[in-house]
């Protein structure tokens, strides 16, 4: 009670709703304007997230955002299930969201716990485990909802935490960001229609082509493939500008009673936890104090964006000659601006700020770059800076092996081309800029020893939803046979079995589909769709029913293994949307491809 004296006699006062309207506006600001617009609370019970949910509801009563529509709100409880009281403590918060007249939605999560565990907090990895559980439960849950904002109550005392945390850990100026008013939803990479994996272009349903055919292919391969939506979940946080002192406040001088969680207060559970314990020690000097971590934190920010900024140019200096989706490659020609001219007059350690700096940039336009064909959700930091140090010196013009970062093969097509350019368009761009080199960018080969892709398809198993092989590519694939399937990577010994499938035209295609459109070792990082390695199936049966990505299937006429298939969702603007430049590019629907697989006898 003494804390709760403090805040009522003034050392921290209520926030008003025309701050949070502010503040909410400032944080989230929905691109579309529908007649209602639906906002997820995520709450947990706490004060933090109390206040939220009764801020958000003053909101919707006093209709102060009635510009962006009609606001209906619902609120998340996750029961983690991890201490016995748990379920009581989400049933007496929903029962608290229920007095604010928010609907809300208990979301139970489910531990795998071993016997000789009797509760997930005794878990090592709880933390972490607990908040991927969490946010994947959240984001479903508003995906299922049709909700695509989803608030959070990170205030201001958390980003002074983490920004200790990271500290702690060494980081520098990129790392000490902390947490943004507006970002994807965490820890949902692979859940298709949460994780927004790439700017939304394009509106595509695929609808599957069925061949009785022993052999099915065309001259050439699909003019591409539709591109994902890139729909998914957004987190914003308005309270990042107020303490918690604040928060505590409004809930105490509103009547809003709210729930503490115990484990929060051992500080040998988590690096967080300590960090809190320190800040609130009073023993830290005025330059680690919360107010100056949190200006820390936007300064930083802002020295980022100016950073990214000049990676954006860099981005949009590119050449791009050709992106074929259908095997996840591009062709370009980086921009002479990549490689840092001396500045005369400057002294030593000037000249190392400006190598320094002038990394981060190259790196963070990298980081832009690989994505389009790119297998992981975030590059890794080490691999774009040491290919950064690369480009920053000059170095990749007179590379004749090239180089890899964050997932992405770069290597000269003047030297490793196994064909020509594939347009008129590219034929210009190579002879608009002779001095600057075209470089070939797809995905880099597996590595022996690390988990190979794979997607496992059970007989009789009709899939509902899209799911991501290998960063790249949404399938969803339909299995009625009685065998179970796997969606897998392209292998070399897959080769003569495939060409084997048809008649000599056939194989003539098939040569000609693979040369023009997947050469060299790109060909063997493309999504097959086979019978598992477990299945037995007779010597004469193709083990592989199909190349997705390129339109070909195999099989014989019996029961039906279908399939849709998209590319991921990336940021086509720095192609500038040309059919010559894009061939994957398409504004109207596409056909996908399909097969009859083999009677399963």
Partial sequence: MQTCSKVLLGAAIPITVPEFSAALRNAWAPKHKPPVHHLGLAVSGGVDSMALAYLCRQ?????????????????????????RESTTEAMLVSQRLEELRIPSTILTLKWNVPLQWTEPLERSSFESEARRFRYMALGRACRDRNIDSLLVAHHADDQAETILA?????????????MRLTSGIP???????VHRNGLCETSTHVDPVVSEDVYHTTNTAPEGLPFDRGDGITIHRPFLSFSKDRLKSTCLSA????????????????????????????????????ESLRKLAVNARAYVKDLELVAEHFLHSCRFLTFDNRVGLAKLQLPQCI????????????????????????????QRLVQFVSPYETAQSKSLQIAAKVLSNGRHQSSSTGFTAGGVRFQRSDLHAPTAPSSAKEHELENHCPESHVWTLTREPYHSGTPLPTLLVPPGYTEREFRLWDGRFWLQVSNM????????????????????????????????????????????????????????????????LGLPSLGIAFGVSGEPVTWQIRYKAVDLRPLGRSPEM???YRDSPMVGAGCLGPTAS
């Fill in 166 to 178: 990271r500290l702690a850990a060494g980081h520098r100026m990129i790392g000490l960001q902390g």
């Fill in 187 to 193: 820890e949902c990479w692979g859940i298709h229609g």
């Fill in 339 to 366: 490689a840092l001219i001396a500045v005369p007059g400057l002294s030593a350690e000037e000249a190392k700020r400006l190598e320094e700096r002038h990394q981060c940039i190259v790196a963070l336009f990298l």
């Fill in 481 to 544: 046979t009685d065998r179970q399937l796997c969606v897998r990577h392209f292998r070399r010994s897959d080769m003569k079995p495939c060409l084997n499938a048809g008649a000599k035209e056939a194989r003539r295609e098939l040569r000609e589909v693979l040369r023009k459109h997947a050469p060299g070792d790109v060909r063997w990082t493309l999504p097959v769709i086979a019978y598992d390695d477990t299945v037995e199936v007779p010597e004469e049966v193709p083990r592989v």
């Fill in 59 to 83: 909101i919707q009563l006093q209709e102060e955002l009635k510009e962006n529509g009609k606001l209906e709100l619902h609120a998340f409880v996750v029961d983690h299930k991890a201490r």
């Fill in 255 to 290: 009547g809003v009673g709210w729930v503490e969680d115990k484990t929060n207060q051992d500080v040998t559970r988590t690096t967080r936890n300590a960090a809190r314990k320190l800040l609130y020690s009073a023993r830290l000097p005025s330059a680690l104090c919360t």
């Fill in 582 to 584: 894009v061939q994957g």
